[in-house]
C-alpha cells in the first residue's frame, strides 16, 4: 500500500520496497494503455431473486497488455487511483459501456447498466454533469445507469462528491454502495443520501449457508436496505445452496460465478442461471 505525499510522488514502505519503479512502469504503460485502446470491459449479469432473469451488468475492466496478457483489475487500479489515471480511466469506461448498452438495447435487453466509479471521480467538479452528457449523447434514460461507490467514497467529508451524488440522483441515475460491510461503519453516513442498492460484500457471502454470523450480518444488512428504500444485491454467489438461503432471506437481486463470470456483452445469456441446470 502507498500512501501520497504532499508533492504527490507515491512513497512505500516495508515490504514493498523496491515496488515504486514497478509502479511508475505501469503508469506510464496505462496511459499509454488509454489512448491506444488496451483496455476492454467485461459484464457480470446481475439477477434478480429467486427467478433469475438477468436484470443487469456490472460492467469489469480488464488490461489486454500487449506483452503480459489479459490483466484484471487487481493489477493497475491501484496504481491508476495513485496516480489520478482513475479520473480519465472511468471515463473511458462509461464511455465504452454506454456505447455497449446501446447494443444490447438493440437486440432487445433492457439490462441496467453498473459502473464503479472511484471516490476520486466524484470529486472532480463537473463529474455528475459529464455523467449526464454521456447518457443524453448515447441516448440512454439516466434510471438505466447505476454507478457503484464504496461505502468510504460516500462517508467522506468532500461536499463535491456529495453534490455529484445528490445531481446524478435527481436526474434518475442509481446509486449503489459497493462492498457494504467492508469499509466505513458510520452507518449515519447513510442517512439522507439516495441510495438505491446495497451490495453485500462476497466475504459475508461465500459462507452463509452455514455460518451464524455471516447469517445475522447478511440479514441485518437486507433488512438495511429495505428500510432505506433500497435494494439489496449479494455479490460473489457461487453456489446453489448460497442462492437458495439468499432468495429466502429476501435478497432482491445476486451476482457470482453460479449465475455467470464476467464475459465479453455479446455473450451475455439473458437466463445463465437455467443454462447451468440443462
Ligand atoms: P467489485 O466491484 O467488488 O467486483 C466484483 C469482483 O468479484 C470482480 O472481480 C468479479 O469478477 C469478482 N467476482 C464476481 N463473482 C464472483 C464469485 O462468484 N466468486 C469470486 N471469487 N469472485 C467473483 P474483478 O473483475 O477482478 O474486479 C475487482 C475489483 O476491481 C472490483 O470489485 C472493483 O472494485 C474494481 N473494478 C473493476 N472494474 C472497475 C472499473 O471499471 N472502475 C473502477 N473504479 N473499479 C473497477
Ligand atoms: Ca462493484
Ligand atoms: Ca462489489
Ligand atoms: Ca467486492
Sequence with gaps: QGKRGTNGIVVYSGATA????????????????????????HYQPKVALPGGDVCGVEALVRWQHPERGLLPPGEFLPAAEHSGLIVPLTEWVLRRALADQLGWTATGHDWALSVNVSARNLEVPGFAGLV???????????????LEVTETALAADADEAARA?????????????????????????????????IKIDRSFVTDVVRDPESQAIVRSVIELAHGLGSRATAEGVETEEVRR???????????????SRPVPWTQISAQPHLEGVS
Design 18 to 41: 523496491g515496488q515504486p519503479h514497478q509502479w511508475l512502469v505501469v503508469q506510464a504503460e496505462l496511459r499509454h494503455a488509454l489512448e491506444r485502446d488496451e483496455l476492454i470491459l
Design 132 to 146: 449526464l452528457d454521456l447518457l443524453a449523447e448515447a441516448g440512454i434514460p439516466s434510471h438505466r445507469l447505476v
Design 165 to 197: 451524488v445528490a445531481e446524478l440522483s435527481a436526474a434518475g441515475v442509481g446509486v449503489s454502495v459497493d462492498d457494504f460491510g467492508t469499509g466505513y461503519t458510520n452507518l449515519s453516513h447513510l442517512r439522507g443520501l439516495p441510495i438505491t442498492e
Design 245 to 259: 438461503w439468499l432468495a429466502d432471506a429476501g435478497c432482491d437481486e445476486a451476482q457470482g460465478y453460479l449465475f
